[in-house]
């Protein structure tokens, strides 16, 4: 029985399974990216609020309020769905580039940064808030991703990396990600996608 299970997934063949996918997906890398490719115009089309792998995260993420009322209970809803993401999905970055959909994101619990950000926001928006939308500034090889959202007056900034963070105007937080003539921004949800620089 050792020897089926070890030929059918046990832990070593798994480490080669994994072996030989790495192969072929490097192989086929340039067709693959080829066949990925969506322009920036198209980034709204990833972010899924009414996925229902979504919309029961945000059922389970709600039902730890009682009756969930958006303008009482939003704000740590939205911080809910982020430390899920935050702490739950594990980072993965592929040897090409491949954009995850909230569901896979959710099915594999795994994504790059980019992955992880469009389904904290598809969360958020699906959790009521449609002003939350994933920010993108790239300078060089460096890329600065969030979420951010307006709630009750208030600009709040969800980054992976940095925590939460509070402004008093879109402007301010605008101001805090320091854009100049060498940055390129890009904000977007499901149903707008807007150049910043």
Not at 32 to 55: D, G, M, R, Y
Not at 123 to 139: Q, T
């Amino acid at each position: 029985m050792a020897d089926k299970d070890d030929r059918f997934g046990g832990s070593k063949n798994t480490e080669k399974l994994n072996k030989i996918y790495l192969t072929i997906i490097s192989r086929y890398k340039d067709y693959i990216e080829e066949k990925e490719n969506i322009s920036v115009a198209e980034l709204p089309t990833l972010v899924t609020p009414k996925n229902a792998l979504v919309e029961n995260t945000v059922m389970q993420i709600k039902s730890g309020f009682g009756p969930y009322i958006y303008e009482i209970n939003f704000y740590e809803a939205a911080k809910k769905a982020f430390d899920l993401v935050r702490d739950s999905v594990e980072d993965v970055s592929l040897p090409l580039q491949f954009w995850l959909n909230p569901e896979e994101t959710l099915s594999f619990m795994m994504g790059d940064k980019f992955d992880k950000n469009i389904l904290l926001c598809s969360l958020m928006i699906c959790l009521g808030n449609p002003s939350s939308k994933v920010f993108v500034k790239i300078k060089g090889d460096s890329r600065n991703i969030f979420v951010y959202c307006e709630f009750n007056g208030i600009i709040h900034k969800f980054d992976i990396d940095d925590g939460i963070k509070s402004f008093e105007s879109r402007e301010a937080l605008i101001d805090s990600v320091k854009i100049d003539d060498e940055t390129a921004a890009y904000e977007f949800n499901d149903r707008t996608f807007s150049d910043i620089a």
